[in-house]
């Protein structure tokens, strides 16, 4: 309700714009009357694009028209019987409205809740900046964008005034003309009469004839000059439209896809597309009324023709007019939500194209059909450089055809795609060490339609952001890699698709902290420290200074092409390798601050060196895609009194699969203090998985448990047994292999100074353990219970 009560203190044209968001499709009085229900609802859950969602929209609109009939109920006395009877036709009208549609009510309430939001963030920035503070940039682009409309409003409306002043002059002065003709059929008629009479009244005819031409030959050049006038002023108010338009479409909207490209990789949502279309709706409007002054100026010109430019002058001004609306139509046929930029062949996917001048132009009612196509590189060249490429594709997709639709609660205009899938691919012949997943696609949508009942006909078409075609799903790391670095240096107004083959190391540490952030749901990225050991790592370089990285470049090759040193792995595979981790099974420890993560296994010693025993901490492994390592500093068992750090076997997606981290290092009695000197069920308690219940019809639960033997201390058991566990020792080993299942705790030493571990043990044991859990409760009992 929050939101609400700030929206009523709108005034002025915000207080305009907000009244205007509500009509039939939603009155106003259901969003007064139910303010707080309906900003408690999670709207923006819904994706409006998936047909399943259907069912969780009808559940919000039948909740919608309960709570308004409860409403309405509760309305009572002489004051409230017509309020009662008017929000109960409201809930009746809304019913049977979004009763068969309901993910358009969900649309239409979206769009007017972020609509208020923008109005009531802008009239704060406004009032903030009006006491003397300077308003963020955004705002004053956005005033002087809206200073400019109202200019135009001022320009167009002279004009307007004008050339009625014009019309009306002229038609007086085609009056003052037939009434000349007149009289010259008079005087020629004169002839018949006796020649005193026709002396008398040809001279009175002749001199009113005189005054009369007299006036029409000033007048003429008087129209003359309006006309003049009247072009010059159009040409200014052209010159206004261009402005203003350049800055909308060319600064505005080109801003607009440039954050629409960094939000693939990460970045904010790019939000503003509704503030778009209502300045490309206010273009539309005024640059349509001016070409209509300019067709009836073009009227009246051809009505009384006169001595003069006029002719050509207006036929400059129509051309122009005519190539600013094309302008503006071609650059608002935009993709909304573009398709996934890593496309499996045989997947479903979404896309949404949207024209924001069609429900100005009216273009709904004659609903274009929008045609997709997927197209390479070269094609897409030949696009841009208007070469014939009708016909031509590298592909076909399912379902690619689809009618625009007007969704009149959000005055948009739009092609939901639902249900593409890329049939097959054709690939093109590949450059040098080039691989398929650095082969770009890209999917064009074009349509045509016309405007002013056919007095305009546009072919307007629009690519999407680079697609990259990939057949299984082991090519969607390096695929994802290509995404990132083209979504992270493209620049606009690109010959597709070209990118930098080299950036600067900040600007490659900026894309992968975007990424890092958006895939953690965090504002906690990488720090510093972080960037400098992944500069260590990208350039094989001992630093720790970040200055000595500031002016160093990175090459594509460097980032996913080469193999680290000693690695059978890039920068970027290893890289993503611990996203994937941290997405999957460690997102809320990243954001607890728990996991230092970017940390070699020579700095993790010097730490825990200084520390007490116990002490350990998390790193992300060398060696392994997608593998973090506890260190943790204690005593050498095979020698008293020395201090040593030792590593664990990296864990991947699959051991936490299996148990998850916290259970695991509350396994570990030896682990005491998280680094530098938290305890650890500080930190890992709320994630303990709650102790198994007892046993149930006689069955026992079994459980695994993690035991690293050389650091095991045993606890007697209640029945006072032999303590057993079915666990899995991951640890550096030395030679000793490793057994499971249920067994005594074991002492054979595993661990060595060195952090070394053997790699076929290690899979034995996930074997093992994978066996075991497959394998029947009942069987594994079977023997002890008889």
């Not at 139910?34 to 609802?41: R, V």
Request: charged share 25%.
């Amino acid at each position: 309700m929050a939101m609400w009560i700030q929206a009523q203190q709108l005034q002025g044209e915000a207080l305009h714009q907000m009244q205007a968001l509500y009509g039939q499709h939603f009155p106003i009085e259901v969003r007064h009357y139910l303010a707080q229900w309906i900003e408690c609802q999670l709207w923006d859950s819904v994706e409006l694009d998936n047909p399943v969602e259907e069912a969780k929209a009808k559940r919000l609109l039948d909740n919608l028209v309960s709570e308004l009939q409860r409403k309405a109920q509760l309305q009572g006395g002489e004051d409230g019987f017509l309020l009662k009877i008017k929000l109960g036709h409201y809930a009746n009208q809304l019913k049977s409205t979004y009763d068969r549609c309901p993910l358009e009510l969900v649309r239409c309430i979206k769009h007017i809740l972020h609509s208020e939001q923008r109005l009531v963030r802008e009239a704060t920035n406004a009032s903030s900046g009006g006491g003397g503070q300077a308003m963020d940039s955004l705002s004053q682009r956005h005033q002087q964008i809206n200073q400019s409309f109202e200019e135009l409003r001022l320009a167009t409306q002279e004009t307007e005034n004008e050339l009625r002043k014009l019309q009306h002059s002229q038609e007086y002065f085609i009056i003052q003309y037939q009434e000349n003709m007149r009289m010259q059929a008079q005087l020629s008629s004169l002839s018949t009469l006796p020649p005193e009479e026709r002396t008398q009244r040809e001279t009175a005819l002749q001199s009113k004839r005189t005054t009369v031409e007299t006036w029409l030959t000033r007048e003429a050049s008087t129209l003359q000059k309006y006309r003049l006038d009247l072009s010059e002023q159009h040409q200014k108010t052209l010159g206004l439209l261009r402005k203003q338009q350049t800055l909308i479409l060319d600064e505005e909207l080109i801003q607009w896809k440039r954050r629409q490209q960094l939000s693939g990789n990460g970045g904010p949502h790019e939000g503003g597309l509704d503030v778009l279309q209502s300045w490309c709706e206010k273009l539309a409007d005024l640059i349509w009324q001016n070409r209509q002054q300019i067709r009836r100026c073009e009227h009246l010109t051809q009505q009384l023709p006169l001595p003069g430019p006029m002719e050509e002058l207006l036929s400059k001004l129509n051309s122009d007019i005519t190539d600013i609306i094309s302008a503006l139509v071609t650059s608002t046929f935009i993709i909304e939500k573009q398709p996934p930029q890593v496309l499996k062949t045989q997947t479903k996917f979404a896309a949404t194209v949207r024209l924001l001048v069609g429900g100005k132009l009216n273009v709904h009612m004659n609903p274009p059909q929008v045609k997709a196509v997927i197209v390479s590189e070269q094609q897409a060249k030949a696009l841009l450089k208007n070469e014939s490429t009708h016909s031509e594709s590298s592909g076909e997709i399912l379902n690619n055809n689809c009618v625009m639709e007007y969704h009149q609660a959000t005055g948009t205009l739009s092609a939901h795609f639902r249900n593409m899938s890329l049939k097959r691919i054709k690939r093109s012949d590949r450059r040098g060490a080039e691989s398929v997943t650095e082969e770009k696609f890209t999917v064009l949508f074009e349509s045509q339609f016309s405007v002013g009942g056919n007095e305009l006909v546009f072919h307007v078409k629009t690519l999407s952001l680079p697609v990259v075609v990939i057949v299984h799903g082991s090519q969607d790391n390096n695929a994802t890699a290509t995404v990132l670095w083209d979504n992270a240096f493209a620049e606009p107004g690109r010959v597709p698709f070209i990118v930098p083959d080299k950036v600067m190391w900040p600007q490659l540490c900026e894309a992968l902290d975007m990424k890092y952030k958006a895939e953690m749901h965090s504002g906690r990225g990488l720090s510093e420290d972080n960037m400098v050991f992944l500069a260590q790592k990208a350039f094989t370089s001992s630093s720790n200074n970040p200055e000595d990285f500031r002016n160093v470049s990175i090459s594509w090759a460097q980032f996913n092409r080469e193999s680290l040193p000693g690695r059978n792995f890039t920068f970027w595979q290893w890289f993503d390798g611990v996203v994937e981790l941290m997405k999957k099974h460690l997102k809320p420890h990243w954001n607890d601050g728990a996991i230092l993560g970017f940390v070699n296994k020579q700095q993790a010693q010097d730490m825990l060196l200084s520390k007490p025993n116990g002490t350990f901490l998390l790193r992300f492994s060398d060696s392994e895609i997608g593998g973090i390592t506890i260190a943790w500093v204690a005593e050498n068992p095979n020698k008293q009194g020395e201090r040593l750090v030792w590593n664990l076997l990296p864990y991947t997606t699959k051991d936490f699969s299996i148990r998850s981290l916290a259970d695991r290092i509350s396994d570990l009695n030896h682990l005491l203090f998280l680094y530098p000197d938290r305890p650890k069920d500080e930190v890992f308690a709320k994630y303990y998985t709650p102790p198994l219940s007892k046993a149930v019809d006689g069955y026992v639960k079994p459980q695994i448990k993690q035991v690293v033997p050389e650091f095991t201390t045993p606890k007697s058991e209640p029945s006072g047994g032999t303590p057993s566990f079915m666990d899995q020792t991951a640890s550096p080993s030395i030679s000793h292999p490793s057994s499971f299942g249920v067994y005594p705790s074991m002492s054979d030493t595993m661990l060595d100074a060195e952090g070394d571990f053997d790699l076929e043990d290690t899979m034995d044991v996930a074997r093992h353990v994978d066996e075991l859990l497959r394998r029947p409760m009942a069987n594994q009992w079977s023997s002890q219970q008889s």
